[in-house]
């Protein structure tokens, strides 16, 4: 609701004064908090999302996405498609054309050469991109003339706009980065943090992980636009501190991710000086269920895998239980307020691939108990922990340190006790957690745990490299080093046989529903994964801020060249 | 004294090389991944290849080997370097720290002007309020002053600064919005202006940092003097009918500075090192954040470079209190 | 939980300087005059009823007020009700925000904050006065050991921390439980990583008590090393290590609040005032109150400890005694 309130309020005030604003740099400057300061520009050696969306304002891809997850063309004159030939028939090239006339900040022309060295820039072997994955298949390309691209893919790609397209793959110019391929890519410190773009700003100073300093783009190729003379993009602190600077001290017009508890959302938007603004992505906290068992008593490199099957949760009763005893209302009360919402789904948006699965939001804890009852697990021995065939129904329950999870921790025992489940608690540091190191006991893909608790999303609309997560073969174990994505270790031909068909299938509507059935597979089918919170992108943006629009798809930074000031 | 502080500085690089040796080993033992903070949507090959170009998949003792030559030689060269505009270093790879890909000194650099002036006032005027108020509590000794001198040392130690400075912001900057919450790191004095805006952030820093050192070195001096007012050489000066100023200006203060001096000293690396839960608290991007910043990521070149800077400091403290003992205490003989 | 904890010193302190009353009546020792000298200071005096009555209440209270810390309740309806309470007679403190008691959760966290604060001030101390005695009496002893300070104040802490706990804490888990375990490994890390400074201070006095004229004219009548440090040196170094022990004391406990907040400390279901006070600081514009009881908790203990020191401090030293 706040969302349209604000997008009603900017189209009133441009209706208003349009004329006021048609200068570039007339609008002065804005301040910009990002809470976890900004180490990089250059989003292929970024080590976060931060670094991605401070990039956008000086750098562009071909394509991005609009607030509903709609790509539309930023250097790209247009978005190709089957229908308008961009795309071939047999779904193994396109074709993107260039907007005429292009140039980036330094004047010079962008052209295809550009385009296709980005590609190489990103795939050299020694160089370390962080977004290897969005140029994965593809053979060549070729660039026939100074606007047009040809990808070519090794197989048919139902969906080929993965490269080139959102914030986490803009085009960098070659003439800056050419000696920067390979190893050389992380000593051109100049490059990184200066680079030449064809955004709305450029980079004038770039301290850091503490501040970086831009200014309007003399070239940038709308001429009344940015508004914005100079952008201050501040980093430091928590995520308090960055609402607190727009919402209580006007110290800041925008900060980035600022999620801080629902009491204090309130508190903080009362005081009348900004707006907290949210949008709904595919960010979803769940509950993911081991299927193997994490005993400390089995030998090491047995922990955890597929060798020994979950005593208790490779029941269906069990795991569907525990999803019927979480009030997941209460969670986003407690937790997120307005950054979030309940889901059964692991992918909840866009709609066109959105399952109507909502089964799961009404708690129902009499439900969960006859069924555990109705299953043979029953309280045998009377001290309130039900058990079956000598098995306890007893759970570790691991998460990353961090306020919101703790508190859900706390409730999610709460219920879970009144079920006859006896629950421990474990909190790990999210840099090991999350570090990947296989040396680690600790890490969410070994899961030396029952089950464990956080988020995950994806990139851009297209739900089938998240979806491949869960195939039988990238089960983590110690012969891939622990580096499967399927943390659950869900194996199902049923379910690797419907991926294997979406990959081969074109066409929006068809992709959806089949996106859909793997959805339900994973969640209300076998509650193999307890979605439990949908959490948006969550900011605070000052009332003298108009023009910001929320984008979950894609940088929030996207529309930077609309910002301008409330006169 | 000579002789002693050159064997102290030859007796220093054997140290420095073990703790060198030891931070490495420690931070590369510590759990925790580089690349913890890149999302989940970027799949496992591709993290190897990233682990790969910062060579963090090197054996420990390559990786060591090879930062000891950037730090020792390479790093100089580019000092020279950019002093006299030459060129040793001819583009040899640099200790380029993980998560930005910016060379480490020159992070340093960004980040020691804010850190100076922030703790480095804090600390100076830290000391400044202690000294007096440790002396005079202790020559009056259980006279008002001296308790309300002990209730503010105690206090200033008593209460965690993540409190109080928490609660300064709440009063002063976001219910009174007398100062801004967030430190400015692009402000440069020019004129009144800018000066003031400079004063109105470093105010509630300074405020809290201060009195927390002034709690410890107060605690310190007091009890120091106190100590030497009890001995024999005061008896005897004041027997002789010497004034009391003199009595404990010349002879008693001399004498009582020397434990201090040695807790001043001790101190200093932190003016370096910055206080790190202060830094956080007040938005300063200091060199105790850049420290905090890159150990929540495991950025291993970022924290052994700035560790290590900070073990050179204090072993050089080390000494500069250790000659000082001798230039105020003629008893301690080194040799 | 209380038999796993061990007893924690705070309330020792009194007993042994009122034991020592209690003989020093008889036999009118030196004791005796400490305390009389104590009991001057009113500052000491002060503290050293508000710590009893504080080391009282986290003690003693449980076993009157017996809510459970971590109680919550699991009827979302009712919970909602009872979270974020102000002071009321149900919950004295009022309750956070899942509603447990803040009570209940103030003394729980102060039984465990107390026990940290002086068994990790005790390691320390104790290894840094042994370190300080022998590197300032033993001169070929003095380069290494203080290269070894020098050491441990140049590493970084959080690291070694980091270290320490990943290393050790699942071995010391499955044998002693994961919450002595994780009780012993904090304070252990705790005192490992802060008895440089004492090392220093204590160092500092031995080398100058060395040339002392009683110290010489021990040792000129041959009395052993080990004789001249327990007889001479060591009472001398007291008063330093007292006002070290009592900033140190402070240090423990703040740092243990540090590894609360890092994740580092006890499990989440284990609030310590550090943890109290941590979590409180992301509500503190809501309800500043969550801050405060912890703030003021962690604030009066160290308070009253540094002011029992000093008293201490006062009465120990023979040389200012009476001034």
Same mark, same amino acid.
């Given at each position: 609701?706040?969302?349209?309130?604000?997008?009603?309020?900017?189209?009133?005030?441009?209706?208003?004064?349009?004329?006021?604003?048609?200068?570039?740099?007339?609008?002065?400057?804005?301040?910009?908090?990002?809470?976890?300061?900004?180490?990089?520009?250059?989003?292929?050696?970024?080590?976060?999302?931060?670094?991605?969306?401070?990039?956008?304002?000086?750098?562009?891809?071909?394509?991005?996405?609009?607030?509903?997850?709609?790509?539309?063309?930023?250097?790209?004159?247009?978005?190709?498609?089957?229908?308008?030939?961009?795309?071939?028939?047999?779904?193994?090239?396109?074709?993107?054309?260039?907007?005429?006339?292009?140039?980036?900040?330094?004047?010079?022309?962008?052209?295809?050469?550009?385009?296709?060295?980005?590609?190489?820039?990103?795939?050299?072997?020694?160089?370390?991109?962080?977004?290897?994955?969005?140029?994965?298949?593809?053979?060549?390309?070729?660039?026939? @003339?100074?606007?047009?691209?040809?990808?070519?893919?090794?197989?048919?790609?139902?969906?080929?706009?993965?490269?080139?397209?959102?914030?986490?793959?803009?085009?960098?110019?070659?003439?800056?980065?050419?000696?920067?391929?390979?190893?050389?890519?992380?000593?051109?410190?100049?490059?990184?943090? &200066?680079?030449?773009?064809?955004?709305?700003?450029?980079?004038? @100073?770039?301290?850091?992980?503490?501040?970086?300093?831009?200014?309007?783009?003399?070239?940038?190729?709308?001429?009344?636009?940015?508004?914005?003379?100079?952008?201050?993009?501040?980093?430091?602190?928590?995520?308090?501190?960055?609402?607190?600077?727009?919402?209580?001290?006007?110290?800041?017009?925008?900060?980035?991710?600022?999620?801080?508890?629902?009491?204090?959302?309130?508190?903080?938007?009362?005081?009348?000086?900004?707006?907290?603004?949210?949008?709904?992505?595919?960010?979803?906290?769940?509950?993911?269920?081991?299927?193997?068992?994490?005993?400390?008593?089995?030998?090491?490199?047995?922990?955890?895998?597929?060798?020994?099957?979950?005593?208790?949760?490779?029941?269906?009763?069990?795991?569907?239980?525990?999803?019927?005893?979480?009030?997941?209302?209460?969670?986003?009360?407690?937790?997120?307020?307005?950054?979030?919402?309940?889901?059964?789904?692991?992918?909840?948006?866009?709609?066109?691939?959105?399952?109507?699965?909502?089964?799961?939001?009404?708690?129902?804890?009499?439900?969960?108990?006859?069924?555990?009852?109705?299953?043979?697990?029953?309280?045998?021995?009377?001290?309130?922990?039900?058990?079956? $065939?000598?098995?306890?129904?007893?759970?570790?329950?691991?998460?990353?340190?961090?306020?919101?999870?703790?508190?859900?921790?706390?409730?999610?025992?709460?219920?879970?006790?009144?079920?006859?489940?006896?629950?421990?608690?474990?909190?790990?540091?999210?840099?090991?957690?999350?570090?990947?190191?296989?040396?680690?006991?600790?890490?969410?893909?070994?899961?030396?745990?029952?089950?464990?608790?956080?988020?995950?999303?994806?990139?851009?609309?297209?739900?089938?490299?998240?979806?491949?997560?869960?195939?039988?073969?990238?089960?983590?174990?110690?012969?891939?080093?622990?580096?499967?994505?399927?943390?659950?270790?869900?194996?199902?031909?049923?379910?690797?046989?419907?991926?294997?068909?979406?990959?081969?299938?074109?066409?929006?509507?068809?992709?959806?529903?089949?996106?859909? #059935?793997?959805?339900?597979?994973?969640? &209300?089918?076998?509650?193999?994964?307890?979605?439990?919170?949908?959490?948006?992108?969550?900011?605070? #943006?000052?009332?003298?801020?108009?023009?910001?629009?929320?984008?979950?798809?894609?940088?929030?930074?996207?529309?930077?060249?609309?910002?301008?000031?409330? #006169? | 004294?000579?002789?002693?502080?050159?064997?102290?500085?030859?007796?220093?690089?054997?140290?420095?090389?073990?703790?060198?040796?030891?931070?490495?080993?420690?931070? $590369?033992?510590?759990?925790?991944?580089?690349?913890?903070?890149?999302?989940?949507?970027?799949?496992?090959?591709?993290?190897?290849?990233?682990?790969?170009?910062?060579?963090?998949?090197?054996?420990?003792?390559?990786?060591?080997?090879?930062?000891? &030559?950037?730090?020792?030689?390479?790093?100089?060269?580019?000092?020279?370097?950019?002093?006299?505009?030459?060129?040793?270093?001819?583009?040899?790879?640099?200790?380029?720290?993980?998560?930005?890909?910016?060379?480490?000194?020159?992070?340093?650099?960004?980040?020691?002007?804010?850190?100076?002036?922030?703790?480095?006032?804090?600390?100076?005027?830290?000391?400044?309020?202690?000294?007096?108020?440790?002396?005079?509590?202790?020559?009056?000794?259980?006279?008002?002053?001296?308790?309300?001198?002990?209730?503010?040392?105690?206090?200033?130690?008593?209460?965690?600064?993540?409190?109080?400075?928490?609660?300064?912001?709440?009063?002063?900057?976001?219910?009174?919005?007398?100062?801004?919450?967030?430190?400015?790191?692009?402000?440069?004095?020019?004129?009144?202006?800018?000066?003031?805006?400079?004063?109105?952030?470093?105010?509630?820093?300074?405020?809290?940092?201060?009195?927390?050192?002034?709690?410890?070195?107060?605690?310190?001096?007091?009890?120091?003097?106190?100590?030497?007012?009890?001995?024999?050489?005061?008896?005897?000066?004041?027997?002789?009918?010497?004034?009391?100023?003199?009595?404990?200006?010349?002879?008693?203060?001399?004498?009582?500075?020397?434990?201090?001096?040695?807790?001043?000293?001790?101190?200093?690396?932190?003016?370096?090192?910055?206080?790190?839960?202060?830094?956080?608290?007040?938005?300063?991007?200091?060199?105790?954040?850049?420290?905090?910043?890159?150990?929540?990521?495991?950025?291993?070149?970022?924290?052994?470079?700035?560790?290590?800077?900070?073990?050179?400091?204090?072993?050089?403290?080390?000494?500069?209190?250790?000659?000082?003992?001798?230039?105020?205490?003629?008893?301690?003989?080194?040799? | 939980?209380?038999?796993?904890?061990?007893?924690?010193?705070?309330?020792?302190?009194?007993?042994?300087?009122?034991?020592?009353?209690?003989?020093?009546?008889?036999?009118?020792?030196?004791?005796?005059?400490?305390?009389?000298?104590?009991?001057?200071?009113?500052?000491?005096?002060?503290?050293?009823?508000?710590?009893?009555?504080?080391?009282?209440?986290?003690?003693?209270?449980?076993?009157?007020?017996?809510?459970?810390?971590?109680?919550?309740?699991?009827?979302?309806?009712?919970?909602?009700?009872?979270?974020?309470?102000?002071?009321?007679?149900?919950?004295?403190?009022?309750?956070?925000?899942?509603?447990? @008691?803040?009570?209940?959760?103030?003394?729980?966290?102060?039984?465990?904050?107390?026990?940290?604060?002086?068994?990790?001030?005790?390691?320390?101390?104790?290894?840094?006065?042994?370190?300080?005695?022998?590197?300032?009496?033993?001169?070929?002893? $003095?380069?290494?050991?203080?290269?070894?300070?020098?050491?441990?104040?140049?590493?970084?802490?959080?690291?070694?921390?980091?270290?320490?706990?990943?290393?050790?804490?699942?071995?010391?888990?499955?044998?002693?439980?994961?919450?002595?375990?994780?009780?012993?490994?904090?304070?252990?890390?705790?005192?490992?990583?802060?008895?440089?400074?004492?090392?220093?201070?204590?160092?500092?006095?031995?080398?100058?008590?060395?040339?002392?004229?009683?110290?010489?004219?021990?040792?000129?009548?041959?009395?052993?090393?080990?004789?001249?440090?327990?007889?001479?040196?060591?009472?001398?170094?007291?008063?330093?290590?007292?006002?070290?022990? /009592?900033?140190?004391?402070?240090?423990?406990?703040?740092?243990?609040?540090?590894?609360?907040?890092?994740?580092?400390?006890?499990?989440?279901?284990?609030?310590?005032?550090?943890?109290?006070?941590? $979590?409180?600081?992301?509500?503190?514009? /809501?309800?500043?109150?969550?801050?405060?009881?912890?703030?003021?908790?962690?604030?009066?203990?160290?308070?009253?400890?540094?002011?029992?020191?000093?008293?201490?401090?006062?009465?120990? @030293?023979?040389?200012?005694?009476?001034?």
């Amino acid at each position: 609701m706040k969302f349209r309130t604000a997008l009603l309020g900017a189209a009133a005030a441009f209706a208003l004064a349009p004329a006021a604003h048609a200068e570039r740099g007339a609008d002065g400057e804005v301040k910009v908090f990002y809470y976890q300061a900004v180490s990089t520009l250059n989003a292929y050696l970024s080590s976060g999302t931060k670094d991605v969306e401070a990039g956008s304002l000086v750098l562009e891809p071909l394509a991005g996405f609009d607030q509903d997850g709609q790509m539309f063309p930023r250097l790209a004159a247009e978005i190709p498609t089957v229908e308008n030939g961009g795309v071939s028939a047999d779904l193994t090239s396109i074709t993107w054309k260039l907007k005429e006339g292009l140039v980036w900040s330094d004047g010079t022309p962008v052209t295809s050469a550009d385009v296709k060295f980005t590609w190489e820039y990103c795939t050299h072997p020694e160089g370390g991109c962080a977004q290897g994955a969005k140029y994965e298949g593809i053979a060549s390309i070729d660039t026939p @003339d100074d606007l047009t691209v040809v990808v070519k893919f090794e197989a048919p790609k139902p969906y080929p706009y993965q490269p080139f397209t959102g914030g986490t793959a803009p085009i960098l110019q070659k003439a800056q980065f050419e000696a920067c391929l390979g190893a050389a890519a992380a000593s051109c410190t100049e490059q990184n943090s &200066k680079p030449i773009g064809t955004g709305p700003f450029i980079v004038t @100073d770039f301290k850091v992980n503490d501040v970086v300093t831009l200014e309007a783009n003399p070239n940038y190729r709308d001429p009344a636009k940015p508004a914005f003379g100079k952008v201050t993009l501040k980093g430091g602190g928590d995520a308090l501190a960055a609402a607190s600077a727009v919402m209580e001290t006007g110290e800041f017009d925008y900060a980035w991710n600022t999620q801080i508890n629902p009491e204090q959302q309130a508190q903080m938007e009362a005081g009348g000086k900004g707006t907290f603004v949210n949008a709904f992505g595919t960010l979803v906290e769940r509950i993911e269920i081991n299927m193997t068992n994490p005993d400390p008593a089995l030998p090491e490199g047995e922990r955890s895998t597929v060798k020994h099957p979950h005593p208790i949760l490779t029941d269906a009763n069990v795991r569907k239980a525990l999803s019927m005893a979480i009030d997941r209302q209460t969670l986003v009360d407690v937790g997120y307020g307005g950054a979030g919402r309940p889901t059964c789904n692991l992918v909840p948006s866009p709609a066109f691939q959105a399952s109507d699965n909502t089964e799961c939001l009404t708690q129902d804890m009499e439900g969960a108990k006859a069924l555990l009852e109705g299953a043979g697990w029953t309280d045998s021995d009377g001290d309130g922990i039900r058990d079956k $065939d000598g098995k306890k129904l007893s759970l570790v329950y691991q998460t990353t340190v961090n306020p919101v999870r703790q508190d859900f921790q706390a409730l999610v025992k709460g219920w879970w006790n009144e079920l006859g489940v006896e629950v421990e608690l474990k909190a790990i540091d999210p840099s090991v957690f999350f570090g990947g190191d296989a040396a680690s006991p600790d890490t969410f893909q070994k899961f030396y745990a029952d089950v464990e608790m956080y988020a995950n999303n994806f990139d851009g609309t297209d739900a089938e490299p998240y979806m491949s997560q869960y195939l039988c073969d990238k089960i983590p174990g110690p012969d891939n080093q622990w580096q499967g994505e399927n943390i659950n270790r869900f194996c199902d031909p049923a379910y690797d046989a419907l991926l294997k068909e979406l990959s081969t299938t074109a066409g929006i509507e068809a992709r959806g529903a089949m996106v859909m #059935k793997l959805n339900d597979m994973l969640t &209300k089918d076998t509650n193999v994964i307890i979605p439990l919170v949908d959490r948006g992108r969550f900011s605070a #943006k000052s009332n003298t801020l108009d023009g910001f629009v929320m984008n979950s798809w894609d940088t929030e930074l996207w529309n930077a060249q609309d910002w301008t000031r409330v #006169k | 004294m000579l002789s002693f502080t050159i064997r102290r500085l030859l007796a220093a690089i054997p140290t420095l090389l073990l703790i060198s040796l030891v931070i490495f080993l420690l931070v $590369d033992l510590a759990p925790g991944s580089p690349l913890s903070d890149i999302p989940l949507t970027v799949p496992p090959e591709v993290r190897q290849k990233m682990l790969a170009a910062m060579g963090a998949d090197q054996p420990v003792m390559v990786r060591y080997v090879l930062w000891l &030559k950037q730090f020792f030689w390479i790093e100089p060269l580019y000092g020279i370097d950019a002093l006299f505009g030459t060129d040793f270093a001819q583009g040899a790879q640099r200790i380029i720290s993980w998560q930005s890909k910016v060379p480490v000194f020159q992070i340093i650099g960004e980040r020691l002007p804010q850190t100076l002036t922030v703790v480095g006032t804090a600390y100076l005027i830290g000391v400044l309020i202690a000294l007096p108020i440790g002396i005079y509590s202790a020559y009056r000794q259980y006279s008002w002053f001296d308790q309300a001198g002990t209730f503010f040392a105690m206090a200033g130690f008593s209460v965690p600064t993540f409190f109080t400075g928490n609660i300064l912001i709440l009063i002063f900057a976001v219910n009174l919005g007398w100062f801004p919450t967030i430190y400015d790191t692009n402000l440069t004095v020019t004129d009144w202006a800018s000066m003031k805006a400079m004063l109105l952030q470093m105010a509630l820093p300074v405020t809290v940092l201060a009195l927390f050192n002034a709690a410890e070195i107060s605690r310190y001096t007091r009890s120091s003097v106190l100590e030497n007012l009890g001995q024999d050489y005061v008896r005897t000066a004041r027997a002789k009918g010497m004034g009391e100023g003199k009595v404990l200006l010349k002879h008693v203060l001399r004498n009582s500075l020397i434990p201090v001096v040695t807790v001043i000293a001790l101190g200093l690396p932190t003016v370096f090192g910055g206080a790190i839960v202060t830094e956080q608290i007040f938005k300063i991007n200091g060199i105790g954040a850049a420290l905090i910043g890159a150990i929540n990521v495991s950025d291993l070149p970022t924290v052994q470079t700035i560790t290590f800077i900070f073990a050179v400091l204090i072993v050089m403290f080390n000494l500069i209190a250790d000659i000082l003992y001798g230039i105020l205490d003629p008893r301690i003989r080194y040799d | 939980m209380t038999e796993s904890v061990p007893p924690s010193a705070p309330p020792s302190a009194p007993e042994t300087v009122s034991a020592a009353v209690a003989r020093a009546e008889r036999v009118r020792g030196p004791w005796a005059d400490v305390w009389a000298q104590f009991r001057k200071h009113k500052g000491a005096m002060l503290a050293l009823i508000t710590l009893g009555v504080l080391a009282l209440v986290c003690l003693a209270g449980p076993l009157v007020w017996r809510i459970d810390p971590n109680f919550i309740e699991s009827d979302t309806v009712k919970m909602f009700k009872m979270r974020n309470q102000g002071p009321s007679l149900a919950h004295p403190l009022g309750t956070d925000q899942l509603g447990r @008691d803040m009570l209940a959760r103030m003394m729980f966290g102060g039984r465990i904050s107390l026990a940290v604060g002086t068994v990790a001030m005790l390691v320390a101390i104790f290894i840094g006065t042994t370190v300080g005695v022998i590197a300032g009496y033993f001169r070929r002893l $003095d380069g290494l050991l203080m290269r070894l300070t020098d050491l441990f104040l140049a590493l970084p802490l959080l690291p070694l921390l980091l270290v320490m706990m990943f290393l050790f804490r699942d071995s010391i888990a499955s044998t002693l439980g994961p919450r002595l375990g994780t009780f012993l490994l904090i304070v252990l890390a705790i005192g490992l990583t802060s008895w440089m400074q004492a090392a220093r201070v204590v160092r500092g006095e031995v080398l100058a008590l060395k040339e002392r004229e009683f110290v010489l004219a021990a040792r000129s009548i041959g009395t052993p090393s080990r004789r001249i440090i327990t007889r001479h040196i060591l009472p001398n170094v007291l008063s330093p290590v007292l006002v070290a022990a /009592t900033l140190g004391i402070a240090a423990a406990i703040i740092t243990e609040s540090v590894l609360s907040f890092l994740g580092l400390g006890f499990p989440p279901d284990f609030p310590t005032w550090g943890r109290l006070l941590y $979590d409180g600081i992301a509500e503190i514009r /809501t309800y500043p109150e969550r801050v405060m009881w912890p703030g003021i908790a962690i604030s009066l203990t160290v308070l009253s400890v540094n002011y029992i020191g000093d008293g201490l401090r006062d009465a120990l @030293d023979p040389r200012i005694r009476g001034r």
